[in-house]
């Protein structure tokens, strides 16, 4: 028997996530298109080891601009669903003068 095929409308929930650095590291920014045009709805987020952030559902590129804070060390950001393993995982250092860092991301 054939599995129910998923509604085509909107992709999975995608979520922003951080792994390693200090404990309470957080990455602070807003999500946007390519062209930097932010989205509304996603700007001053704020993404910790405890709690991510929700993505954008419609499929497409974008970039997470972000300044870390609160942390030492590198770390990593990834985007997962909620069922599945991290995918796109970037490697990030904590920048000298709390610049601002690009994680790029694609919703399927």
């Given at each position: 028997?054939?599995?129910p095929a998923k509604p085509a409308r909107t992709a999975d929930p995608q979520y922003l996530i951080l792994t390693g650095g200090s404990p309470?590291?957080?990455?602070?920014?807003?999500?946007?298109?390519?062209?930097?045009?932010?989205?509304?709805?996603?700007?001053n987020l704020a993404v910790t080891k405890m709690s991510a952030a929700s993505?954008?559902?419609?499929?497409?590129?974008?970039?997470?601009?972000?300044q870390a804070s609160n942390g030492t060390g590198d770390f990593k950001l990834a985007q997962r669903s909620e069922t599945g393993a991290p995918r796109?995982?970037?490697?990030?250092?904590?920048?000298?003068?709390g610049g601002f860092q690009l994680y790029r991301f694609t919703i399927p």
């Open positions: 028997p054939s599995a309470f590291l957080r990455a602070i920014g807003s999500v946007r298109r390519p062209d930097g045009e932010t989205l509304p709805g996603f700007a993505l954008p559902t419609e499929p497409g590129s974008y970039e997470f601009r972000f796109n995982v970037r490697d990030f250092e904590m920048a000298s003068s």
